[in-house]
């Protein structure tokens, strides 16, 4: 299926819709991210088609530098083994998630998150940390991740590689698979199963609108978008 065909299959669906369609579809015990991965703030939201990222800690000894040296020890950290890759291959509608190292450091920031999204990401998920988060937030573009952390990478985190199979909070998401990420969290169908999970959500959702908009309706409370 085309991106432009999955992205309009799960338009407007809410986490806990795609959540159902997945258990209609006899995926119970697929799809859902654990908890602790969460809105970096409050209100973001995002669906799209994962690109993915894996990062590694890295066991490389810091050598002795002066404040000068460093410097170009840190250029060369991100030119050498901590490569921007990713950022060229972004297309249009889809989320970049990225498997952490785990460690207390920012992998993901005001900046590189920006310039993703300016690449035509929708979002980023991450199973680990992001630094620069007043920015972040005031940029409005949606992350999720497991926790807020201060470090920058180098002498701690590696580039992996981009377009495999990573793990974030548990669930296995696969280049292609679908993200959605909302108030309650994250979860990523297959994208073999798009079809299926996104019908059966569109008509959770349908049945939830109707049955929402009459109780608008009985206490006289003036409609929105999310009962119509
Ligand atoms: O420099 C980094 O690797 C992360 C960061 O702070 C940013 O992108 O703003
Ligand atoms: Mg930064």
Known sequence: METAELLRLFDGLRVADVRDGLDWAGLHAK???????????????????????????????????????????????????????????????????????????????SNNSLEWHAAGATGVLTSGGVRDTDECIMQEVPIFCRYRAQSMVQGRVEFDSLQVPVDIGGVLIRPGDIVVADGDGVLAVPVEHAGTVAKYARQELENDMRGRRALYEKLGRPLDASVQ
């Not at 690109?51 to 460093?70: I, Q």
């Not at 921007?84 to 190292?101: D, H, L, M, R, Y």
């Open 31 to 109: 799809g859902t991210v654990s908890p602790e991965v969460k809105p970096l703030w409050q209100g973001a939201t995002m669906t799209g088609i994962a690109r993915t990222m894996r990062l590694r800690p890295s066991e490389k000894a810091v050598p002795p530098l002066t404040p000068e040296e460093y410097t170009g020890w840190a250029g060369r950290w991100y030119r050498e083994i901590y490569p921007n890759k990713i950022t060229s291959t972004i297309q249009q509608g889809e989320i970049v998630v990225i498997q952490s190292a785990g460690l207390p450091v920012g992998e993901v920031g």
